[in-house]
Every structure is written in structure tokens, then in C-alpha cells.
């Protein structure tokens, strides 16, 4: 009887010592498991669209960047009112798909020719501010936009950078 009591209670503190390590090791994988949940929940895992929960499209994987410089620098005459003279803009526009970039240098003359009446029209008062420059930026994307949407595959341009501005 006495090896009996030995032997349990040589095995009582083993098995303690079991229990000790399974409840460790079961809130270890608690904490990672709770914060593997909140990261995604904070970083991702609320994106309604890996859920199909929205309408939007996925985003379309995007190829290299391509500039297509509109050479030569643009030169208009501004209007006869006007203090200043001429305009010179230098562009640029980029576009991530190779297709439009084709586009935009097929139709070159015509995007040319729409972004001379463009620039013709401007008055340098408008075009001192920053916000001037900013909005012809826009006027001139959306009129290349409008010629690739109308002439060409219906592709995105990303933007239009001047390069050059100068005006005299």
C-alpha cells in the first residue's frame, strides 16, 4: 500500500504539470488565433468584395507605366486682350495599358488639333494660379480621354503632366 501512495504521488505533480502545459499551450493558440482574427478584421478581412457583397468590379491588374510625349511643345497665341502673349506647354500622358498608348500615338493630329483649341482659349490670369494650372491638367486629360473613348479601345488615361509651361 505504501508504493501505491508512493507511486501516486510521484505521478500527481506529472500530471498538474500536464495540465499546466495544455491550458498554456491552449491560450497561447487563443492569443494568436485572437490576433491573427483582429488583424484581419482591422486590415482586410472586412472587404465586402472577396465576400462578392458588392457591385464594383475587381481591380484589373495594371502593366508598366507609359508615357507618350505629345511632341513638339505646344505654342498658342492667347487672346488679343490678354497681356501675355503665347503659351508653350510641353506634355506628357501616361496610361498602364499598352493598348491606349498605341491609341494615343495613332491619333496624335487629332488629340493635337483639340488640345491647341484648348490651350487657344485660356487667359494667362487663370493660368498664374495654381489651381488654374491644375484645372487646364484636368480639361486636358479629359480631352484626350474624350478622343481614345470616341476613335480608339475605350482604354484609361491615367493623367497628363506638363513638362514645360511657359508663358510670355
Not at 28 to 33: D, P
Not at 110 to 115: F, H, M, V
Not at 149 to 163: E, M
Amino acid at each position: 500500500m505504501a508504493e501505491e501512495a508512493q507511486q501516486a504521488d510521484a505521478e500527481a505533480p506529472a500530471g498538474g504539470g500536464k495540465k499546466k502545459l495544455i491550458f498554456i499551450a491552449l491560450g497561447v493558440l487563443l492569443l494568436i488565433g485572437g490576433s491573427v482574427g483582429g488583424t484581419l478584421m482591422i486590415v482586410g478581412g472586412g472587404d465586402e468584395t472577396a465576400e462578392g457583397g458588392t457591385d464594383e468590379p475587381a481591380e484589373v491588374a495594371r502593366g508598366p507605366a507609359s508615357y507618350v510625349d505629345l511632341k513638339p511643345p505646344f505654342t498658342v497665341n492667347l487672346a488679343p486682350e490678354d497681356p501675355v502673349a503665347f503659351l508653350q506647354v510641353s506634355l506628357q500622358v501616361l496610361t498602364f495599358d499598352e493598348d491606349v498608348a498605341k491609341e494615343v500615338e495613332k491619333h496624335k493630329p487629332l488629340i493635337r488639333n483639340n488640345l491647341v483649341v484648348l490651350f487657344g482659349k485660356q487667359k494667362s490670369a487663370e493660368l498664374r494660379a495654381a489651381d488654374g494650372k491644375e484645372r487646364l491638367q484636368q480639361t486636358a486629360r479629359e480631352t484626350v480621354q474624350s478622343v481614345i473613348d470616341k476613335h480608339g479601345s475605350g482604354g484609361q488615361i491615367d493623367n497628363v503632366f506638363f513638362t514645360s509651361f511657359v508663358m510670355q
